[in-house]
């Protein structure tokens, strides 16, 4: 729940803003990428994904960008809601195992 | 409805009473695995499994056990636990490694 929240790095935007949420990779080898939404109590969400053969991906109110060249992936949600409150984390099919590997995450705040 | 369903959703032990959290899924996903999520450190992979009889140790699986006997479900067992397997335990299920992985709600267990 709510100590998930706890050492993380924060993002407080207004509502109705648009929030930007970034995320440094790891391993150069990785192909695929997904967002994670958290909210507290729950487990965590799928929000989008992308694939390396590509560099911007959208989807309902979320767009997420890759830049390969320095390891870079953000989370771009429109128009921001009371909603949208959560942790965001993202992960990377970098594993030994070829696994997922999930970031710390960014808890996002938004202010009504 | 395809979910992953973990339980119990909260648990309080004592240090050395065994104890099991169960894990099952309904979306024929060969591949489970377990996470602990402890604040400033992200999900960290206990085991997986990629099939039934398959399991193998993912990055902190001390103090851990699993067992994969049917394709749905994926307990996690900790023989005799201690203060510092306190967390906020995740299962998760996809078709592969590297996929979309879905999360269960989590267990958060208290070890006193």
């Known amino acids: 729940g709510e100590s998930v929240g706890l050492h993380l790095p924060t993002l407080s935007v207004q509502e109705g803003d648009n929030s930007i949420i970034n995320c440094a990779y790891s391993?150069?080898?990785?192909?695929?990428f997904i967002w994670y939404k958290q909210e507290s109590g729950k487990g965590p969400q799928f929000i989008i994904d992308?694939?390396?053969?590509?560099d911007k991906r959208q989807g309902q109110r979320v767009t997420v960008l890759l830049n390969k060249t320095v390891k870079h992936l953000s989370l771009q949600i429109a128009a921001t809601q009371p909603g949208d409150s959560a942790v965001y984390f993202c992960a990377e099919n970098g594993g030994s195992q070829g696994n997922l590997i999930f970031g710390k995450g960014t808890k996002l705040s938004v202010k009504p | 409805e395809a979910q992953v369903t973990q339980n119990p959703r909260y648990l309080i032990t004592v240090t050395g009473k065994k104890l099991t959290v169960t894990c099952s899924q309904n979306?024929?996903?060969?591949?489970m695995s377990w996470y602990r999520q402890d604040p400033g450190l992200g999900l960290r992979q206990i085991y997986y499994?990629?099939?039934?009889?398959?399991?193998d140790k993912g990055d902190v699986p001390e103090g851990y056990k699993v067992s994969r006997k049917e394709k749905r479900n994926f307990p996690l067992i900790l023989e005799s636990p201690s203060p510092n397997q306190t967390s906020l335990y995740f299962c998760a299920s996809s078709w592969e490694a590297n996929t979309e992985a879905f999360f269960g709600q989590g267990t958060r267990l208290t070890v006193v």
């Open positions: 499994s990629m099939n039934v009889e398959v399991t």
């Open positions: 391993n150069s080898a990785s192909d695929y």
């Open positions: 979306m024929n996903h060969e591949y």
């Open positions: 992308i694939r390396s053969n590509m």
